[in-house]
């Protein structure tokens, strides 16, 4: 599985932006993708997820309410709204999709957004 993001950008806070992350090549692997956020000189960290039923979840409390995580299962693409973007905000975004299968890697990545929100 190969996965590409995009949307990252420089924003002004009380922003928004729109992240994708296409799939391509063994997409049967996948049974859920997620985002992740890391901070410079910080761990990263899961923020939210949608399943291959649809099913939406959101693991950092800071962003509820504010980015939302949706899929088109046409293009194998998921979406990360983000809006009243804040400057804690500011990190490198990823992409990750799960293996469900003996034949499939546990974890794909791609290879980061970055989003800067100027306060």
């Known amino acids: 599985v190969q996965l590409v993001e995009a949307g990252g950008d420089l924003v002004q806070a009380g922003g928004s932006l729109r992240l994708s992350c296409a799939a391509s090549?063994?997409?049967?692997?996948?049974?859920?993708m997620n985002w992740y956020r890391q901070v410079s000189g910080k761990a990263r960290e899961s923020i939210a997820g949608?399943?291959?039923?649809?099913?939406?979840?959101y693991t950092e409390p800071s962003i509820k309410g504010r980015f939302t995580v949706s899929r088109d299962d046409a293009t194998n693409t998921i979406f990360l709204q983000m809006n009243n973007l804040q400057p804690e905000d500011t990190a490198v975004y990823y992409c990750?999709?799960?293996?469900?299968?003996?034949?499939?890697?546990?974890?794909?990545w791609g290879q980061g957004t970055e989003v800067t929100v100027s306060s």
């Open positions: 990750n999709a799960e293996g469900g299968y003996s034949v499939c890697a546990n974890d794909y």
């Open positions: 090549g063994t997409t049967f692997c996948i049974t859920a």
């Open positions: 949608i399943t291959t039923d649809g099913r939406t979840y």
